[in-house]
């Protein structure tokens, strides 16, 4: 056994040095590996190494494998010849241990009798523990004789040998236990009789300490001990009746003590018929006990149940806002549902009650007085529940109305955003869409006024809310100022927008005007300057006529600048510019007409000259044809005629009212 042992170790570790080498192999294989796949001009030689190195080491692989087993085969036969061995020695002495047994020839006492009825259970007893250990030697060698050992010829003489003295020990064994059945039922007697009193007294022992449990599971326990629910030690009339069934056998026998057998079975049935009143009543007040043990437990638990609904009811968060206190009101009703299956529960509990109090009345008043408990908590947590639901709807109202103002301050700070954002017009047309849709926001906002009214008459209704109120009001009257204020920007733009495109119509109308004055033709002759004086004084009935457009500006911007318009240097500018215009087109007119005026004196002058001409003397008539031809490049005209009636009158008096021809002096 110690060589196989010895050899199996050196095996071992020469595996696990060929294991150690599986690595340098592997390493070999792939680099062979690779040099064949890169065709090295020595691949065959390599291919050939490789391949004779792989072959050996699989052989190495096959002849540790059968090794292995060789040395396991050995092993097991060890074992099994050393296990042989050992069991033949151990089946041997228990043979002359019996066979010393029986030397001793048969006694007559009982005393000796029960002795070694209780000497030969205790070498059965070995004999059984030793089974399973004979049953192992035996799969062994079947193992042996399956791999068809070498020396499966010995293993099966050794085999059968080793189970024959086996079975010879076995039926020595229980030829020598026949001669003892009469010790055999008197100690089994005897030991039933003992178990009996024990159990016996046992229960006399409950029934004396009257013992009900202190609660339900407690006295369940003790019910389960009397009724030997979890003991294999069960006594009933059945087994009262198997037990003087023995001892009959044994008095039939008559080879015993008749009378000590016949003393203790009297003796046991008297004790067990003296048992069977008192532990029938005991019986049924354990019963009875489990029964309010039962009805108090349930009681606890329906109080626990109300415990921690008191005190999840007794918290006084009720929410930092809307979201919290909904949260907080359906775990409400989760608990005030629990509430309505708590009341189910002591509908039943009180049916319970009078059904024990009828029938236990001597336990009625503590029945009554656990109930009485169990109500009053409960009048106490409808109460919380009603402070706790009030408490909560009353959280919700506040925080429902704080969140409504919230929502209605975002839509006032964003409808003043949308109202204000937008840049002002720069066109009349923008300026007119601008405050329709400003209007638009008027109708949104009416819209919203009875929300306004409902909101705070809500408010009106909430406890601690007087502020929020307050703000809600303010509120009101910030988004009708706001849109008060953009409505009269809206209006001053629009008016701005209004002035500028008149402003620039009327500039418009004095260029065309300015135009028309911008002409120096004064006329070439008096035909023509009195048909250019019948155009001025058109254009200037026309200039009269419409004058009233800047009058009308004036007045519309004098109107603006009242409203203290946020533009109003810009417009007092542009009104000074289209007042000075004006004056400028009503002077450059009246310089005009003036200037027409002078050139039809003119005309009249030359025109009398040339009446008169003609009576003078050839040098002085030279003269005045020389003046009359200056007069008339000074005029742009050919040359004139003058009436002789008028020339010594006409002719100073337009020198002196410094007429535009005056500088040219005549002769």
């Known amino acids: 056994m110690d060589e196989v042992t010895t050899a199996m ?39 050939q190494r490789l391949s004779a190195v792989m072959e050996r080491r699989g052989r190495v692989r096959e002849l540790c494998q059968r090794r292995r087993e060789r040395l396991e085969d050995a092993l097991l036969h060890a074992q099994f010849v050393r296990d042989v061995a050992e069991a033949e020695l151990w089946i041997d002495e228990k043979q002359k241990k019996l066979e010393a047994e029986a030397s001793k020839g048969e006694t007559h006492s009982l005393e000796e009798k029960i002795k070694k009825l209780q000497k030969h259970q ?44 086996w079975r010879s020990l076995l039926q020595e064994s229980s030829n020598h236990g026949r001669g003892l059945e009469e010790a055999q039922d008197i100690l089994e007697f005897n030991n039933q009789v003992e178990k009996i009193e024990a159990w016996i007294r046992d229960k006399e022992m409950m029934v004396q300490a009257a013992d009900t449990g202190l609660d339900y599971e407690h006295c369940l326990a003790l019910q389960r001990k009397l009724d030997d629910v979890d003991s294999d030690m069960r006594v009933d009339d059945a087994r009262i009746r198997a037990i003087n069934s023995l001892a009959d056998k044994l008095i039939r026998q ?39 043990h039962l009805f108090n437990r349930d009681v606890d638990d329906t109080a626990q149940r109300v415990a921690e609904k008191a005190l999840a009811m007794s918290s006084d968060d009720t929410g930092r806002d809307l979201a919290a206190v909904e949260q907080l009101q359906r775990k409400q009703d989760t608990l005030e549902r629990d509430m309505t299956a708590i009341e189910g529960k002591l509908k039943e509990h009180e049916a319970e009650m009078r059904r024990l109090a009828q029938k236990y009345p001597d336990m009625a008043v503590p029945i009554r007085n656990k109930l009485s408990a169990l109500t009053d908590d409960w009048r106490n947590l409808q109460q919380l529940s009603k402070c706790r639901h009030d408490a909560l709807a009353a959280a919700y109202t506040r925080h429902k109305f704080r969140a409504e103002l919230h929502e209605v301050e975002v839509w006032v700070g964003e409808a003043i955003k949308r109202m204000t954002s937008a840049e002002l017009p720069t066109t009349v047309a923008e300026a007119e869409a601008m405050v329709q849709l400003h209007q638009e926001h008027k109708a949104e906002i009416d819209g919203r006024q009875e929300a306004f009214k409902a909101l705070k008459e809500f408010g009106l209704k909430v406890a601690e809310a007087s502020e929020e109120t307050a703000r809600l009001e303010e509120l009101r009257r910030t988004l009708g100022a706001a849109w008060e204020d953009r409505k009269h920007r809206l209006t001053q733009a629009h008016h701005l927008q209004l002035f500028r495109e008149q402003t620039d119509q009327i500039h418009s109308w004095l260029a065309s005007k300015e135009a028309f004055l911008n002409n120096d033709d004064l006329g070439d002759s008096l035909s023509s300057v009195g048909l250019l004086l019948r ?32 533009d109003s ?54 003269a005045i044809a020389r003046l009359l031809v200056a007069l008339s490049s000074s005029c742009g005209t050919g040359t004139p005629s003058v009436a002789s009636l008028n020339l010594s009158t006409s002719s100073p008096s337009l020198v002196q009212e410094a007429h535009f021809s005056a500088a040219r002096r005549y002769l």
Request: aromatic letters at 6%; a positive charge.
């Open 9 to 47: 170790k050196k095996h071992d570790a020469f595996e696990k040095l060929v294991q150690t080498q599986e690595e340098k192999v592997t390493a070999l294989q792939e680099h062979g590996d690779k040099l064949l796949a890169q065709r090295h001009f020595e691949s065959e030689t390599i291919r």
């Open 122 to 165: 205790a070498f059965q007893a070995e004999l059984a523990a030793n089974q399973s250990r004979i049953n192992e030697i035996q799969q062994k060698g079947e193992l042996l004789l399956g791999k068809k050992h070498k020396a499966s010829r010995d293993v099966r003489a050794q085999l059968d040998q080793l189970l024959e003295a």
């Open 254 to 292: 008559g080879r015993s003590d008749t009378r000590s057998v016949d003393q203790r079975r009297e003796q046991l049935n008297h004790k067990w018929r003296g048992l069977q009143g008192a532990l029938s009543e005991y019986r049924d007040r354990l019963a009875a006990a489990l029964e309010i």
């Open 535 to 566: 155009k001025h004084e058109d254009f200037e009935k026309t200039l009269t006529a419409q004058m009233s457009r800047v009058e009308d500006l004036e007045k519309f911007a004098l109107d603006i600048l009242s409203d203290h318009h946020y």
């Open 569 to 622: 240097q810009a417009i007092t500018q542009r009104l000074q510019g289209v007042i000075s215009r004006r004056d400028r087109l009503k002077e450059a007119a009246a310089a005009r007409r003036k200037k027409l005026h002078e050139s039809r004196q003119l005309h009249q002058l030359l025109r009398n000259m040339y009446e008169v001409s003609w009576k003078l003397p050839s040098d002085r008539y030279l």
